[in-house]
T-cell receptor, first 113, second 112 residues
């Protein structure tokens, strides 16, 4: 069982370009999340999805969009990347029971120049 | 709005010493989680605390939860270098988004 996979591992992107970060989980968890982690700012929630077909905005959603076409996949799209979106992005998932912990993917390191 | 605060933010300690990391949160919850993050790595689940008075131990780490005080502690006993990492607590505010709110993290450095 792989848990959560993210792709790419790292990416350097020119400002203004469109980019999709991929996240796939094999645990059949209903809830999935995207966070960004920046030095000194901890983990900040970007978007979440409680179940396939639904999404919601987190703390810092501007400039990002998500979709949840099925249970396993939760891609994050930057429509037009800006340097302030340089960060490490973590995808996470959680079981429906809600007493379960969140499980995190390995992360994507994104640099926008 | 749920707020979660950890202290200290940074902790440098000698091997063999004991210390405690504190996690305070602002609204009622009986679900609290601790994670460990090594430099350049992802977050790994350490403890799940689901009731007032819950105590969990793993090796030199022990976590506890006091829901009335809205406080969780992560106690380190006889620290070793391998415990050097950043530790995060997270609280389930039992909101509609089924989300966790994370503290800012405590960076622990254990010196030989």
């Amino acid at each position: 069982i792989a848990g959560i996979t993210q792709a790419p591992t790292s990416q350097i992107l020119a400002a203004g370009r469109r980019m999709t970060l991929r996240c796939t989980q094999d645990m059949r968890h209903n809830a999935m999340y995207w966070y960004r982690q920046d030095l000194g700012l901890g983990l900040r929630l970007i978007h979440y999805s409680n179940t396939a077909g639904t999404t919601g905005k987190g703390e810092v959603p501007d400039g990002y969009s998500v979709s949840r076409a099925n249970t396993d996949d939760f891609p994050l799209t930057l429509a037009s990347a800006v340097p302030s979106q340089t960060s490490v992005y973590f995808c996470a998932s959680r079981a429906t029971s809600a007493t379960d912990t969140q499980y995190f993917g390995p992360g994507t390191r994104l640099t926008v120049l | 709005e749920l707020k979660v605060e950890q202290n200290p933010l940074f902790l440098s300690m000698q091997e063999g010493k004991n210390y405690t990391i504190y996690c305070n949160y602002s609204t009622t919850s009986d679900r609290l989680y601790w994670y460990r993050q090594d430099p350049g790595k992802s977050l790994e689940s350490l403890f799940v605390l689901l009731s007032n008075g819950a105590v969990k131990q793993e090796g030199r780490l022990m976590a506890s939860l006091d829901t009335k005080a809205r406080l969780s502690t992560l106690h380190i006993t006889a620290a070793v270098h391998d415990l050097s990492a950043t530790y995060f607590c997270a609280v389930d505010g039992q909101n509609a988004g089924n989300m966790l709110t994370f503290g800012g993290g405590t960076r622990l450095m254990v010196k030989p």
